[in-house]
């Protein structure tokens, strides 16, 4: 007999780089018990975030319970890519006990919520909780938030005008719908950082929010799983600059994906990606890349000038040795011939 009761689903959301993929993979690790299935949105083509979580399966999380939605936005493609996916996964027997759904780093999780309502789903799941992650080390430079006094001045001085940036924006509607922040890179941040970062974040959310903070995604399952929010009923506390629109565009990003041959070292590469940043303002980096004379694939994440390698398998029989990177950034700095330069150097 069919266990008739609600499903919770987690939804992990987040800037670039935040850290989503870590978090999951360490949930994926110490579930407590729970048999959990996983749904990771990409944003550009190529599913790096998928295929690391693959390798992190356990009998708890198995391979076939780990589904990626790659090149489309979660958020736009609720019929066609979301519901059917979720379906699927109810009908899995055994039936995960707990779902846990990484957006993209540019989706709003307010039209995700709505996607909860539509009746193939509505009496089956519930939304356990929207977890947003928040780089500690970032948000305290000002990098994915406006400068909060300047702004208010501006506004008070002209009501009319709107200084918010696009990454601003995404950045409150993932605060906004959130029931409790992470604050990643804590350790980067040091506590001066974490303190700025907790003042930003509580001066942009609409209402209080736990702030936990996590260091290589390491946070008890039990402080992020089981907050029973129920966050689908609650959409009226969940403010987006996006309420009262039909629908939303990503139009302020794009993305590309550059492929390279084998590159001289991972030091030489890093430096590129931070000519990139610092050139062109790229917001983000990452794929994999192949080395010259090292049997192992190079994983790389870069958020701005911050990069990050590390091997993560060999390559396999007959797999073709290359690199593969997806570029992120805002729309108008988007210049594939300029960032191939760089990259090939």
């Known amino acids: 007999m069919r266990d008739l009761s609600k499903v919770p689903v987690t939804i992990v959301t987040g800037f670039l780089g935040a850290g989503k993929t870590t978090l999951i993979s360490h949930l994926i690790r110490n579930a407590g018990g729970r048999r959990l299935a996983v749904v990771v949105n990409e944003f550009g083509t190529l599913g790096v975030d998928g295929d690391i979580l693959q390798s992190c399966a356990i009998p708890d999380c198995p391979a076939e319970n780990i589904v990626e939605l790659a090149n489309g936005c979660i958020c736009c493609t609720v019929a066609d890519d979301f519901i059917p996916t979720v379906e699927k996964l109810l009908a899995m027997e055994p039936r995960p006990d707990h779902i846990l759904i990484e957006t993209s780093g540019l989706a709003l999780p307010k039209p995700l919520l709505k996607a909860f309502d539509w009746p193939a789903i509505r009496s089956r799941i519930t939304v356990d909780g929207v977890v947003a992650l928040a780089d500690a080390e970032a948000v305290a430079a000002g990098r994915f938030a406006p400068d909060l006094d300047a702004v208010e001045a501006q506004r008070a001085a002209d009501p009319s005008l709107d200084h918010e940036t696009p990454l601003s924006e995404v950045f409150e509607d993932q605060l906004a719908c959130a029931?409790?922040?992470?604050?990643?890179?804590?350790?980067?941040?040091?506590?001066?950082?974490?303190?700025?970062?907790?003042?930003?974040?509580?001066?942009?959310?609409?209402?209080?929010?736990?702030?936990?903070?996590?260091?290589?995604?390491?946070?008890?399952?039990?402080?992020?799983?089981?907050?029973?929010?129920?966050?689908?009923?609650?959409?009226?506390?969940?403010?987006?600059?996006?309420?009262?629109?039909?629908?939303?565009?990503?139009?302020?990003?794009?993305?590309?994906?550059?492929?390279?041959?084998?590159?001289?070292?991972?030091?030489?590469?890093?430096?590129?990606?931070?000519?990139?940043?610092?050139?062109?303002?790229?917001?983000?980096?990452?794929?994999?890349?192949?080395?010259?004379?090292?049997?192992?694939?190079?994983?790389?994440?870069?958020?701005?000038?911050?990069?990050?390698?590390?091997?993560?398998?060999?390559w396999r029989a007959g797999e073709p040795r290359g690199t593969h990177l997806v570029v992120i950034a805002e729309h108008d700095r988007i210049d594939r011939p300029a960032i191939e330069a760089v990259l090939k150097g």
């Open 179 to 314: 029931d409790l922040v992470l604050l990643t890179k804590a350790d980067l941040a040091g506590p001066e950082g974490v303190a700025k970062a907790r003042a930003i974040i509580a001066a942009e959310a609409p209402r209080p929010l736990p702030m936990v903070e996590a260091v290589d995604g390491i946070v008890s399952a039990g402080i992020v799983l089981g907050l029973e929010a129920a966050a689908e009923d609650d959409l009226a506390a969940r403010p987006s600059h996006h309420d009262g629109a039909d629908d939303h565009e990503h139009d302020d990003f794009d993305s590309i994906s550059v492929m390279l041959g084998e590159v001289d070292s991972p030091d030489a590469l890093a430096a590129r990606i931070e000519t990139l940043a610092e050139q062109q303002d790229i917001l983000r980096v990452k794929g994999y890349a192949a080395v010259a004379g090292k049997p192992m694939r190079l994983l790389v994440q870069a958020v701005g000038r911050r990069v990050r390698t590390s091997y993560d398998r060999p």
